[in-house]
């Protein structure tokens, strides 16, 4: 399955945003979202299971972002509320075969190619 992320953009602080990702295929995949910022490792943002009964989410994001799924638009969506500088980074969504929800990159079986996210203070 191929994956392509959307809807970053530049945005202020306290700014809200909403990423997509399609996937080319309709799946019962365990979906993420990830990022990077420059000089830094990838980092875990938000997970959901196929059956939507797991979902995690990073400590520094939590009660600001949202994760959901529309399975019959094939999508999974980040809602990013409150934004904030530190939120800077390529957001990567990413696929798990087996269904489940995942903190952990080397879960993932397939990645989008990133959308650039950038907060200004």
């Known amino acids: 399955v191929q994956l392509q992320a959307s809807g970053g953009g530049l945005v202020q602080a306290g700014g809200s945003l909403t990423l997509s990702c399609v996937a080319s295929?309709?799946?019962?995949?365990?979906l993420g979202w990830f990022r990077q910022a420059p000089g830094k490792e990838r980092e875990f943002v938000a997970a959901?299971?196929?059956?939507?009964?797991?979902?995690y989410y990073a400590d520094s994001v939590k009660a600001r972002f949202t994760i959901s799924r529309d399975n019959d638009k094939k999508k999974v969506y980040l809602r990013m509320n409150s934004l904030k500088p530190e939120d800077t980074a390529v957001y990567y969504c990413?696929?798990?075969?087996?269904?489940?929800?995942?903190?952990?990159?080397?879960?993932?079986?397939?990645w989008g190619q990133g959308t650039q996210v950038t907060v200004s203070s």
């Open positions: 959901l299971s196929w059956s939507g009964l797991g979902q």
């Open positions: 990413a696929a798990s075969r087996s269904g489940g929800a995942s903190r952990d990159w080397f879960n993932y079986d397939y």
């Open positions: 295929t309709r799946n019962t995949y365990g």
